[in-house]
């Protein structure tokens, strides 16, 4: 099983994929197109792609578009994705539940006051939700890693700039912190972020 | 034994239709859970705490609870046979839905903004479908030949969720595959039963 991952040269939307496969261990080709001269490598390759778009997965030939089928369908192979049907639902909601958080914030950035609105309501709401409904075992769902617990791993310590005004509010929930932990602390996942070479997003 | 379905929503279509869309495409029945969406919504907020994510919809299967309209769906999808018959198959599915949901997704981040909104109409909503157009079949399908996800998904975007229909249908007149998938999903006898039925709500 050849995989083969492309994006930008930067976590973006690709990040959270890369992090299923560092944590499942499974080796996949870290295809990176570069940003330079207004993405010109991108804009010659671009048609390519059946999608247009980035990250794109191609497994042996295959091409999967779409971050969030990319990600499901990772975590389908690598377990990340619950062992029952009703399992799979409640992971997939609670990954959705983090994803609002991202929706959110796409729908008030570059708007002082929605953002504002964003730190002070949407964001703790969701977090309120994510608390009360989360397990105090260190994953969402079934004691064991899935997908929502990497997603909300990224989302909570890697995507925000004001990761003051995140963690303000996670530090009212032992439960969530003990989450974002959980993968934070996964030998995998740490030897993962140590060899990361930074890039601008 | 079958299992027993709850839906619950508020009465109107908004993020719950596409769900009783697959019910019915799929004839399974289910209960139409509908909180009264007038005035301080005091339905909802007094049923509110049986709900653990506090937000409607919310699917309720054989006393499971599960939440978030898309977990809903897929779930749903899978259930049916509307969610392809393999891994790959599947990604192919998930990856149409989502191609057709970055169509909410960029009307929500313009909605309120008059020049987004006309960006939405000039740049975003032709970009996309002419993606979907790019990669869609022949055959009134997404993806196998057969019903799947984003068929209804992109059936209930392009037909009923936009008010401006006429800009809709202008984008579409371009490409006879995607009116083929819309046509296939609303000449179905029962999506055409349930549609006539349908009682008007203001969303």
Do not use: C
């Amino acid at each position: 099983m050849a995989y083969r991952l492309s994006y930008f040269d930067g976590k973006g939307l690709a990040e959270i994929s890369r992090l299923l496969f560092a944590l499942s261990g499974t080796p996949f080709e870290d295809h990176r197109i570069s940003l330079a001269d207004d993405r010109a490598e991108w804009k010659k390759i671009k048609h390519t792609y059946p999608f247009e778009k980035i990250p794109q997965l191609t497994v042996d030939g295959v091409h999967i578009p779409q971050s969030k089928a990319i990600e499901r369908f990772l975590s389908r192979r690598f377990g990340f994705f619950g062992s029952s049907e009703i399992e799979t639902a409640m992971i997939d909601g609670f990954s959705e539940q983090v994803r609002d958080i991202s929706i959110a914030y796409g729908q008030a950035r570059g708007n002082d006051e929605k953002v504002a609105k964003f730190w002070a309501e949407d964001f703790p709401t969701n977090i309120a939700i994510l608390a009360k409904n989360a397990p105090h075992d260190g994953h969402f769902v079934g004691g064991k890693f899935s997908l929502p617990d990497v997603q909300f791993y990224y989302i909570t310590s890697s995507y925000f700039d004001a990761q003051d005004k995140v963690d303000a509010i996670l530090s009212k929930y032992d439960n969530l912190l003990k989450i974002r932990e959980t993968v934070a602390n996964n030998e995998r996942i740490k030897e993962y972020v140590k060899n990361r070479k930074p890039t601008p997003f | 034994m079958a299992s027993s379905y709850k839906l619950a929503y508020f009465d109107g279509r908004g993020l719950a239709e596409i769900s009783r869309l697959l019910f019915t495409l799929a004839g399974v029945p289910f209960e139409d859970i509908r909180f009264s969406a007038e005035g301080e919504k005091k339905e909802w907020n007094q049923a509110k705490p049986d709900y653990p994510f506090e937000k409607i919809p919310q699917l309720t299967v054989d006393g499971h609870k599960i939440p978030q309209s898309k977990a809903i769906e897929r779930f749903l999808a899978r259930r049916f046979g509307f969610f392809g018959s393999n891994e790959l198959e599947t990604a192919r599915v998930d990856a149409f839905s989502e191609q057709v949901r970055d169509i909410n997704i960029s009307y929500n981040q313009a909605r309120g903004n008059d020049e987004k909104i006309a960006k939405f109409w000039a740049e975003d909503f032709p970009a996309n479908i002419a993606i979907l157009a790019k990669n869609a079949p022949n055959d009134g399908h997404f993806v196998g030949g057969k019903f799947s996800l984003p068929d209804v998904q992109f059936y209930y975007i392009t037909s009923t969720f936009f008010t401006t229909q006429d800009k809709v249908d202008a984008v579409l007149s371009k490409y006879d595959n995607l009116l083929k998938i819309r046509e296939a999903v609303a000449n179905n006898d029962r999506i055409r039963e349930y549609v006539k039925n349908r009682k008007a709500t203001p969303w």
